[in-house]
T-cell receptor, first 115, second 111 residues
């Protein structure tokens, strides 16, 4: 089955602009999580959606938001971009739970550069 | 809070054995994952331990001690392609399921 698809792969934006990233999970997966990855900081949890509901949010400012659609596709939005938002944004989907033993399946990520 | 610690960087020689350690302090712990991530690519699943003990899968093995909050990933017969970052992640359930990641260990395998 198809994996997790993230678009776009690369993005360059200017400070102050806003950006929307998209993630299509594995078919049948209802949980979608978003992570920010920067050198030295590892994977920082942004938020998780399950069946169109945000179940949890990490410690990021309100400029970071997201949503999930009825087909489980998810988008995240960052408004008023700052230089520090430059990072690899990873989306991960999960099936019934980690009892499946595989945890998350990650997409290839979107590399966002803010200039 | 949730805390995962692993070394930042390790080096090893092709053909050797390397052990990457991970300690964790989490609430609602229900399993330990290891992922491999090559530069510029997505993390890929390597192993999952929920019970104490060693899980062997080819050249890679993973160990878990829940009482000590400790895990390690053992890589044998190292190959150049094993140069990557290795992410330790604790599965936690505090009302819902999520993974908490360490910062990753960058492994460099030299000839």
């Amino acid at each position: 089955k198809a994996g997790v698809t993230q678009t776009p792969r690369y993005l360059i934006k200017t400070r102050g602009q806003q950006v929307t990233l998209s993630c299509s999970p594995i078919s049948g997966h209802r949980s979608v999580s978003w992570y920010q990855q920067t050198p030295g900081q590892g994977l920082q949890f942004l938020f998780e959606y399950f069946s169109e509901t945000q179940r949890n949010k990490g410690n990021f400012p309100g400029r970071f938001s997201g949503r999930q659609f009825s087909n489980s596709r998810s988008e995240m939005n960052v408004s008023t971009l700052e230089l520090g938002d430059s990072a690899l944004y990873l989306c991960a989907s999960m099936g019934a739970g980690i009892s499946e033993g595989r945890g998350y399946t990650f997409g290839s990520g979107t590399r966002l550069t803010v200039v | 809070g949730q805390n995962i610690d692993q070394p930042t960087e390790m080096t090893a020689t092709e053909g050797a054995i390397v052990q990457i350690n991970c300690t964790y302090q989490t609430s609602g712990f229900n399993g330990l994952f290891w992922y491999q991530q090559h530069a510029g690519e997505a993390p890929t699943f390597l192993s999952y331990n929920v019970l104490d003990g060693l899980e062997e899968k080819g050249r890679f093995s993973s160990f878990l001690s829940r009482s000590k909050g400790y895990s390690y990933l053992l890589l044998k017969e190292l190959q150049m392609k094993d140069s990557a970052s290795y992410l330790c992640a604790a599965g936690v359930n505090t009302g819902f399921q999520k993974l908490v990641f360490g910062t990753g260990t960058r492994l460099l395998v030299s000839p």
